[in-house]
Structures are given as structure tokens and as C-alpha cells.
Nanobody
Framework: QVQLVESGGGLVQAGGSLRLSCAAS????????MGWYRQAPGKEREFVAA????????RYADFVKDRFTISRDNAKNTVYLQMNSLKPEDTAIYYC????????????WGQGTQVTVSS
């Protein structure tokens, strides 16, 4: 059974930074692409970033390019999302996903971590 546990969220002022972590178990982490998504109140869950199994390929949503960086540590079964230059519109619950490919997510979600950016 796949388990994903996100952490690192919190309250930050606009322009600040946060680093999210997602610890994975119950899967062969080193062979799986991983992704980050977010869901703001009243909105659908949306793609943020993804990384392939060996970190050689990544992709980002246009609204986070040059501000967010996804990375992973296969020795720790953990994927990270470094978020810089945060904006109030980045406020959302952030979820990680154990993807099938860089472009194809699954129904394996964590519980999410809340990120709130104040203006």
C-alpha cells in the first residue's frame, strides 16, 4: 500500500520561501516519477511540478517556473518542493503524487500540507 506523507507547510509572508517534503513508502520509490499538486479553496486540484525517477527530467506549471524547484532523494524515499518568491495566490493545500510517468498521475495521494501566504 502506497503511503505519502507531506510536511513543511505553514504561514509565510509574500516573497518568502518554504520547502515541502513528501516521504514515500510502500512503493519502489527509485523507479517512480513523483509530482506535486495543489488545491485552493473552491478550486480544482492542479498540477505544480513533476520529476522523473532519476531526476534527469522535470516539468513545471507555467505559474511556478523560476520560483519553485522539485527535487528528490532516492536514498531517503523523499521528494521535495522548494518554493521561493511566494505569492498570496500560492495559498493552497499541497499534495504529492506517486506518478506512473512524468505526465501521468495516479490516485496515490498524501494527506496534504497547508501553505498560506499572507500579503
Amino acid at each position: 500500500q502506497v503511503q505519502l506523507v507531506e510536511s513543511g507547510g505553514g504561514l509565510v509572508q509574500a516573497g518568502g520561501s518554504l520547502r515541502l517534503s513528501c516521504a514515500a513508502s510502500g512503493l519502489t520509490f527509485s523507479s517512480r516519477a513523483m509530482g506535486w499538486y495543489r488545491q485552493a479553496p473552491g478550486k480544482e486540484r492542479e498540477f505544480v511540478a513533476a520529476i522523473n525517477w532519476d531526476s534527469r527530467s522535470t516539468r513545471y506549471a507555467d505559474f511556478v517556473k523560476d520560483r519553485f524547484t522539485i527535487s528528490r532523494d532516492n536514498a531517503k524515499n523523499t521528494v521535495y518542493l522548494q518554493m521561493n518568491s511566494l505569492k498570496p495566490e500560492d495559498t493552497a493545500i499541497y499534495y504529492c503524487n506517486a506518478q506512473l510517468t512524468l505526465n501521468l498521475r495516479t490516485n496515490d495521494w498524501g494527506q496534504g500540507t497547508q501553505v498560506t501566504v499572507s500579503s
